[in-house]
């Protein structure tokens, strides 16, 4: 089953007042702020999708427990920076795969996903005992197998990723991404986040759903 582990790696503090600065800055307001005014200020603009003052603003993330097709799907956001294992380099013998819930709440479907898993794994093991190397062996490895992947994403980039992810349209493993995402979010920059709690709100029950 999608199980996936986030953490955050680093975060700024005083994010708050460098966005708040931005866009004072646009506006020549510096001397016009109230004290206790800055949330609301920045969350006006968020709302007519004025977010260019927020791109100041890096967050790193480290994924892991998710499959390739996970981490293609989060490399397809091109505003961000990505590490991600190498199959080229390390050897995936041991390395496991992801059984999507949709498979494995059906029995026959999952017996079928495990045996084609199974026989790629001891094919890869196979390949490379016959000398070829890992970055021509991977090539028989499913989508499934698990990865691992450090990226950083400014403020903005954050909150595309979680409108796009969070929406029931999403696959349920990179949408259980977003949802983990969300909930750092609203810890660190409540401000940030919160015309996206709806969003949030249906995605944590669709996730639910999708157990039954």
Known sequence: MENPTLKIIFAP????????????ICYESEAKEKPG???????????????????????????TGVSRACTQQIERHRIGSYNERSLRYVDATNIECVTPVGIEKNPEALKLYNQVVSKAKSTYKK?????????????????S?????????????IRHFLS????????????????????????????????LAD???????????ELK
């Open 13 to 24: 503090e005083g994010a708050l007042e460098i966005v708040n600065k931005a866009y004072r």
């Open 37 to 63: 005014t800055r949330e609301d200020f920045i969350k006006g603009f968020l709302r007519v999708k004025h977010e260019s003052p927020i791109e100041h603003i890096g967050v790193i993330f480290e994924l």
């Open 127 to 143: 390949l490379l005992e016959l000398g070829v190397k890992k970055e021509d062996a991977r090539a028989c490895l499913p989508l």
């Open 145 to 157: 197998t698990t990865s691992h992947l450090l990226f950083t994403y400014n403020l903005r980039q």
């Open 164 to 195: 796009e992810r969070l929406s029931p349209r999403a696959q349920r493993e990179v949408r259980l991404v977003a949802t983990l995402m969300y909930q750092y979010m609203e810890d660190l920059y409540p401000w940030l986040v919160e015309d």
């Open 199 to 209: 969003a949030y709100k249906a995605a944590v029950a669709r996730n639910e759903e």
